[in-house]
Nanobody
Framework: QAQLVESGGGLVQAGGSLRLSCTAS????????MAWYRQAPGKEREFVAR???????NYADSVKGRFTISRDNYKNTVYLQMDSLKPEDTGVYYC???????????WGQGTQVAVSS
């Protein structure tokens, strides 16, 4: 059974840093894009950052200059380095991956990030 497993969430003060990790395991082959989304309490899930297999990246305007997404294709792992965290970054962070040449998509179970002011 294919799955994405996130880790690295936690509680941090404003201005601090956290690093999230997400590893794909099981029957996931030829992963294409990997991304992070987040969902704040009472709000819809929103896009945070994406990296394609080529290494190109995209970021939401709200995190540009503060967050950095990277990946290790050999480990099927994506990372999200979050610096200068703000209380509005609080939420559950979800990992996403799709498969090249397939309509298959996968989501992680989510990891909680809480930023105190």
């Amino acid at each position: 059974q294919a799955q994405l497993v996130e880790s690295g969430g936690g509680l941090v003060q404003a201005g601090g840093s956290l690093r999230l990790s997400c590893t794909a395991s099981g029957s996931i082959f030829s992963i294409g894009a990997m991304a992070w989304y987040r969902q704040a309490p009472g709000k819809e899930r929103e896009f945070v950052a994406r990296t394609r297999r080529s290494g190109s990246t995209n970021y939401a305007d709200s995190v540009k200059g503060r967050f950095t997404i990277s990946r290790d294709n050999y480990k099927n792992t994506v990372y999200l380095q979050m610096d200068s965290l703000k209380p509005e970054d609080t939420g559950v962070y979800y990992c996403y991956a799709n498969v090249i040449g397939s309509s298959s998509e996968y989501w992680g179970q989510g990891t909680q990030v809480a930023v105190s002011s």
